[in-house]
């Protein structure tokens, strides 16, 4: 049975002109009606406070963007780690001024991301998009106004995704199709044949997890 794009959202994806998701708006942010727009670490350099203030007026400017990101701290393809450290923290600041999620790129760098969380006394919701760790890790983070979003990975038997997503409290989750070409209704299937529940009423789910933790609501 092909499934309905209708509210089926997908909150985070490179995939253009799709009403109901959130596209990745650093690289071309005219693309899709609902956008993030962050600096991402491959692209963080020495100039990067300049192309944050013209980021952040856009942030502030339009509602139609739902998030910050992606952002966050990557030790393979990622700049001086200082570099990534004040790139995080102004970011994560005007998430937490607006009211709204960032959408957190992460390798290699989850030491990093609870050294900030440890040490922040206001850190806004956190989305780790692409969620494919070990769930001991997952849990260590459940102090912490962190979520986790899971995409293909979850097609994938006994992978890390799968293990987590049976144990993740429901109000903690998110679905995407990130860079993959599949389907977000795809992806929405893979998680209701492991959650024993129908997409429907994970789409309802997920609606009501991101309402509870951004002021620019979505429906």
């Not at 995939?15 to 005219?30: L, R, V, Y």
């Not at 139609?64 to 701290?73: H, N, Q, Y």
């Not at 790129?105 to 989850?110: D, S």
Request: hydrophobic share 40%.
């Amino acid at each position: 049975m092909k499934l309905s794009l209708m509210n089926l959202w997908d909150f985070h994806t490179h995939q253009k002109g799709k009403d109901h998701s959130i596209f990745n708006g650093e690289e071309n942010p005219e693309e899709s009606r609902y956008r993030s727009l962050g600096i991402h670490p491959w692209t963080l350099d020495q100039f990067w406070e300049k192309k944050w203030d013209d980021i952040s007026k856009q942030v502030k400017d339009s509602a139609s963007v739902l998030a910050i990101g992606e952002c966050g701290f990557d030790r393979i393809k990622g700049p001086d780690l200082e570099l990534q450290k004040a790139a995080f923290h102004a970011q994560t600041r005007l998430a937490f001024e607006l009211g709204i999620p960032v959408i957190l790129h992460c390798v290699k760098g989850h030491d990093l991301l609870l050294e900030y969380l440890k040490k922040e006394k206001n850190p806004p919701s956190i989305i780790w998009h692409g969620w494919n760790l070990k769930p001991d890790l997952a849990i260590r983070l459940l102090d912490y106004p962190v979520f986790f979003s899971f995409g293909h990975h979850l097609e994938k038997e006994g992978s890390h995704a799968q293990a987590w997503l049976k144990a993740c409290p429901t109000d903690r989750m998110f679905l995407e199709t990130d860079n993959s070409n599949v389907e977000i209704s795809q992806i929405y299937q893979a998680a209701s044949l492991i959650l024993g529940r129908s997409p429907a009423e994970l789409a309802q789910g997920l609606i009501s997890n991101w309402n509870q933790i951004s002021s620019r609501k979505i429906q």
